[in-house]
């Protein structure tokens, strides 16, 4: 497929930060586009982000006009191509952010130019042949925001309830909205406020007595919506957050990494049905992933600001077993195709994955696509509300 033009326009976010919207028409003169969401909570060793200024720089817009004119016979040939231009390790002289855009864009190009669904392409250049028979993507909703997602006093990021689709997505969102609309009933009624404050994701960011109360309220309601077959809880700690030096800051108390794994041991028994904890460490506690992990067997440790989306971090850290899951971010790895190579690691090596959304979002469905056409286990997209609400209805259309 030949590049005619490309274009890098600057659009706003869902915190209304300044982002990047990529544009690619190819020779049939249509223009496809995408755009970029932005993470607040980053792994060091994320695709360097540029600013929309350098991104629109002559410099830089001279060096993407290698492109125009050029024939691209798949994703991964646009995609290395982008790299080899780039020429750096953390993509710092195009942008991660930009280099994202233009190859998700080329990703609808191609899809179009076969006449499929962007999964159905996707998943015909990577996987040959559909990894599941029948697609039942768990949702990871996060209802109650904390950390650098909220103005409250909560060090964990984000409180999800996992619910399962089982093959009939209708219903599953359904359950989810209505929990999620009882949900902010309860703790309206709880804490006495009718005005509930709300985070980044969507979710209910108010004060709570301590880490733990909000595992409590929402066990509580799935119990009493009669829930406990289709959801489970998770939550994100994104523990890059509250650690300090060697130590983390928690519920106001310093503690070290074996006395926060004890803790995160204790909340699965107070609470059976947290089934997920993502980031229980920071990125560079590789001691406390592998800990946890051997004392909570059966559960899902989820990495995330560890592995980056990057295929040699996970294939590293799966082979010292310090987790079972990871977190799959296109805009961590700055490529479709580099992307896709990370939920291919993943996958060889027995590791779930969770396709995920960041906290300043777009309304691009990208990521949906992704999910479907990898077979992933799960799709992280924060609260059934706001922006959030366009890949949840492109799950009911596609999944
Ligand atoms: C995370 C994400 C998305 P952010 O930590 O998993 O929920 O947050 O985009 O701020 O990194
Ligand atoms: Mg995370």
Redesign the pocket.
Known sequence: MKVKDFAIDEIFDSRGNSTIEAGIAVGNGFAFYASV???????SREAAVVSFAEASSAKNLKRLAALKGKDFSNQRSFDEFLIKLDGTENKRMIGGNVMLGLSMAFARAAAASQKKELWESLQKEFFGKAVQKVWKPVIFS?LING???ARNDLNI??YMVLVETRGDMKSAIEKLISFYRDLGEKLGTMKRISNIPIG??GGYSLDFKNNFEPLAVLSDLVRKDGLSRTFRLGV?A?ANGFSSGDAYLFDGKKVTTPKLAGIYEGYCKKAPALFSI??PFSERDTTGFALLSKKLEGRMIVS??LTVTNRSLIEEYAGKGLMNGV?I?PNQAGTVTETIEAVQGAHERGIRTIV??????TDDVFIIHLAKAAGAYGV?I?APTRERIFKFNELLRIA
Do not use: L
């Open positions: 969401p932005a993470g607040k909570s980053r792994g996060n950390g650098e997602h990021q984000e980044d994701e994100d994104a993502e980031d995330d600001d977190i971010k995920s959304h960041r906290s300043g979002e992280k924060g």
